[in-house]
């Protein structure tokens, strides 16, 4: 924990925040009495409604996480597919993983960065939130209000106009987010190469080193696709510092793997004799003020079908020229064919993006 949060606020002014111990007790409240007790952050006795008390930032505008809902989106043909730089971390590296005490989190390697946002931005590290085992709803960003069983936030920092991510974190253009939603699917080997760590962060202050590996093998198919939106912090101080891109598609892990997330760790330290759970460590939907999130993606009813040669994707989005029925087969290049369950005066929105009238 740092000294003494310092930001400024909309006037301008420095406001100084009183320093106090990281694992300091609300006064007065009975912890062990609340169900499914786990952050001090997100508990208290008002929750996350007191937060903006002490952290005005938290009762603010372009604050996070949202929801995605269609009346929001608006379609950017300049949003552009992003490019990794040194993401395959070797083996022979490691990166250092810890139980802060409200999440699990890892820090990455500083030769990590990402391109074709408005700066370059430099990774510092990823975390996680999620839900607890009788109800795995546990993602910050919610799509038309459907909440996924988790979400994963890799972490970076303006590398062209600050020197690390604490000169960052409270400026506008200071940080860039990409957060991957994850859903119950079948084991995903790259994952465990994190998750097979939890057992030994399972105290606060905890730490455990990872092998490297490559940090792309987290990130879901068709990355392309995403949603864009200026944004903050989801934890205080709750710093509107935030170029959200959160991907369209989730990754999958097991049952079995999201159980582990939701049971393996704690808010507490070791010689606590009543141990914290960490769950429920994701920050509720807050209101969006009028702001638009940009898409890269035409939105519309998306399908998926098998074919012979490879699996093809269409979405339908409403423009003219279609002369074919609902259930029509449409050929492609002759590469395969996919079923268009369009309706009548639609067209169809193949993976190259490009609109082919039929």
């Not at 903006?52 to 269609?70: E, N, T």
């Not at 960052?168 to 080997?189: Q, R, S, T, Y």
């Not at 409403?318 to 074919?324: A, M, R």
Request: proline share 6%; net charge negative; charged share 20%.
């Amino acid at each position: 924990a740092t000294d003494a949060l310092l930001f400024k606020e909309v006037t301008g002014n420095i406001i100084v925040l009183e320093k106090k111990p990281s694992n300091q007790r609300l006064k007065g409240l009975n912890l062990r009495s609340l169900t499914n007790v786990t952050l001090l952050i997100h508990t208290g006795p008002d929750g996350e409604k007191a937060w903006p008390k002490k952290y005005p930032f938290c009762g603010g505008v372009f604050q996070s996480p949202i929801d995605f809902r269609k009346d929001i989106l608006q379609y950017d043909s300049n949003l552009l597919p992003l490019e990794f730089i040194g993401y395959n971390v070797p083996s022979t590296d490691q990166f250092t993983l810890i139980n802060n005490g409200h999440s699990v989190k890892m820090y990455l390697s500083p030769t990590m960065s990402v391109r074709n946002l408005p700066f370059e931005y430099t990774a510092s590290q990823l975390h996680l939130h999620w839900g607890n085992r009788n109800k795995s709803e546990g993602s910050e960003h919610t799509v038309s209000g459907k909440h996924f069983a988790a979400e994963l936030h890799i972490v970076h920092y303006n590398s062209e106009k600050y020197p690390d991510i604490a000169a960052a974190m409270d400026k506008a253009d200071g940080l860039a987010v990409l957060a991957v939603l994850l859903e119950i699917g079948p084991f995903n080997p790259s994952y465990e190469k994190i998750f097979r760590h939890f057992w030994n962060v399972k105290y606060k202050d905890q730490k455990v080193l990872v092998p490297g590996f490559n940090i792309h093998e987290l990130l879901p198919d068709r990355l392309h696709e995403y949603y864009r939106y200026e944004g903050s912090l989801t934890t205080p101080p709750c710093y509107p510092s935030v170029l959200w891109t959160v991907f369209r598609h989730p990754v999958k892990i097991s049952q079995e793997q999201l159980l582990a997330l939701e049971t393996a760790m704690y808010c507490t330290e070791s010689d606590d004799p009543e141990p914290l759970e960490m769950v429920d460590n994701f920050r509720n939907v807050q209101e969006f003020h009028e702001r638009l999130v940009f898409v890269s993606f035409h939105e519309g009813e998306l399908y998926e079908c098998s074919c012979a040669k490879k699996q093809c994707t269409v979405i339908c989005v409403n423009v003219k020229n279609w002369n074919s029925s609902p259930a029509a087969l449409c050929h492609y290049k002759s590469t395969c064919v996919v079923c268009a369950k369009c309706i009548v005066g639609t067209s169809v929105v193949l993976q190259t993006s490009t609109i082919k009238d039929l």
